[in-house]
C-alpha cells in the first residue's frame, strides 16, 4: 500500500492501529459501557474521524490520545481498509522496539491496557472480533500468505 493511500482517502468513518511493541500488541481493554460498541472487550488503539483528517492522522492521533504514544506517518508499515455497517474502516499496523513500553499511559477512555501476543489476541474470547479478522490477515500477509 503506497503512502498517500493510507492518507489520502476522505471517505471513511475511523481507523484502527495494530501497534507492536517488538513482538507483543498493545491492546486496551475497552470502558464496560452499555452505550458503546464492544464494552469490555480488548481493542486496538483508535477510533472515529475527526474534521477533515486522513485515515492515517485520524489513527495516528487516536493512539496518543488513548495510549501516550507518539508516532509519525512513516513509522506506520500497512494499512488496509474494509467495510463495516457504520462506513469504511482503516486498519492499519506498526512495529516499534519493546522498549517503548516506558512510553505508554493509559488517557482517558479504557480500563488497561497491556501487552498481549497476536495469537493471543486472535483467540481471545474478548478481542473484538472484526479487528481479530483483521490482525489474523495483516500476520498472514507478513507470512506472505
Known sequence: ???????????????KLALFLGPELVVILRDDKPDIPWPGHWDFPGGGREGAESPLDCALRETSEEIGLVLTPEQVSWGTSYLRPHGRVWFF?????AWRVDDLRLGDEGQEWRLMSPETYCNHPLAVPHFAEQLSQYLAYLQGN
Open 1 to 15: 500500500m503506497t503512502n498517500s493511500d493510507m492518507t489520502g482517502a476522505t471517505d471513511f468513518a475511523g481507523s
Open 93 to 97: 499496523a506498526a512495529h516499534q522496539p
